[in-house]
């Protein structure tokens, strides 16, 4: 390819998680060094933030059909963000255990990584993830202060929920009946019967992580689905850690709405009205 003359190099990078600005600048610089010629950055999608990141470092990227950063030809079209395709539209569990605890627990003006990781338990990494997440969300965005990078929302934290509902999962991977008690939260119907008035089933439901699952398995503990007669109760196994929120022993109520929000019952649809209006944003 040539751009303005001058033959031109592609760095493709096909990489789930992108690497800093910073280093491929590094690479960049590596490659003048054998290739005469422009050298331009191309990912399938890059968050604001690195966007900002590529274009502070003066790095050349293209992202395919949405954006380009051309300096040496005067090319700044930026003003494009291409919405990502319904289907795209889910965050990764951690991504959402950080935002359901951001808008439950967090009343500052920002937060860091490094505020999180204590409470959630999360790397470094895994945590700046949730940021790109939610920043291309367009729920919040990131500047950097002295050495850190801090989210912020844009709008309040109800508003912010609403707006991030196409981005939601289930939280729960599996339910299964099982022969012990494990410790846990209480899950599902169980818990929506101690934040309303809704009657509590007939066997308790723990809301566990996979972990916990695995060694239920290992112990003998559990049992088939399709044996309810003999179960002591049922658990959920989630996709991130079940927490809980002003009461003890329960799952948020958040991560309990979307757990149980699809259910085809009225009574259920009452009772998942009243919870929501007992969160306090």
Do not use: C
Request: charged fraction near 25%.
């Amino acid at each position: 390819m040539d751009l303005d003359g001058r033959p031109l190099l592609l760095m493709v990078d096909e990489n789930p998680d992108p690497v800093t600005p910073a280093v491929i600048r590094k690479h960049a610089e590596q490659a003048s060094t054998k290739w005469d010629g422009s050298i331009v950055y191309v990912r399938t999608q890059v968050t604001a933030y690195n966007r900002k990141r590529l274009i502070a470092q003066r790095v050349p990227f293209i992202v395919p059909g949405n954006q380009m950063y051309l300096p040496e030809m005067g090319l700044d079209l930026r003003e494009y963000f291409r919405t990502p395709p319904m289907a795209t539209r889910r965050f990764r569990p951690s991504t959402q255990a950080v935002l359901i605890h951001l808008l439950l627990n967090h009343d500052q003006d920002g937060t860091t990584a490094s505020e999180l990781a204590p409470t959630l338990g999360y790397t470094t990494m895994t945590l700046s993830r949730a940021f790109d997440e939610i920043e291309s969300a367009e729920l919040a965005a990131t500047d950097i202060s002295g050495r850190e990078r801090v989210l912020r929302f844009h709008a309040s934290r109800k508003e912010t929920w609403q707006q991030a509902q196409p981005w939601l999962i289930d939280p729960v991977k599996s339910r299964h009946f099982i022969a012990t008690s494990p410790d846990g939260l209480r899950a599902g119907q169980d818990a929506l019967s101690r934040y309303t008035m809704l009657a509590a089933p007939p066997l308790p439901v723990t809301a566990i992580d996979h972990q916990q699952w695995l060694a239920i398995r290992k112990d003998g503990g559990g049992i088939e689905p399709d044996d309810p007669d003999t179960a002591v109760g049922e658990v959920e196994i989630w996709k991130y850690e079940p927490r809980t929120y002003e009461r003890a022993g329960v799952v948020d109520p958040l991560s309990l709405y979307l757990s149980v929000k699809h259910a085809a019952d009225e009574r259920l649809e009452q009772a998942i009205d009243a919870l929501m209006e007992q969160v306090r944003w």
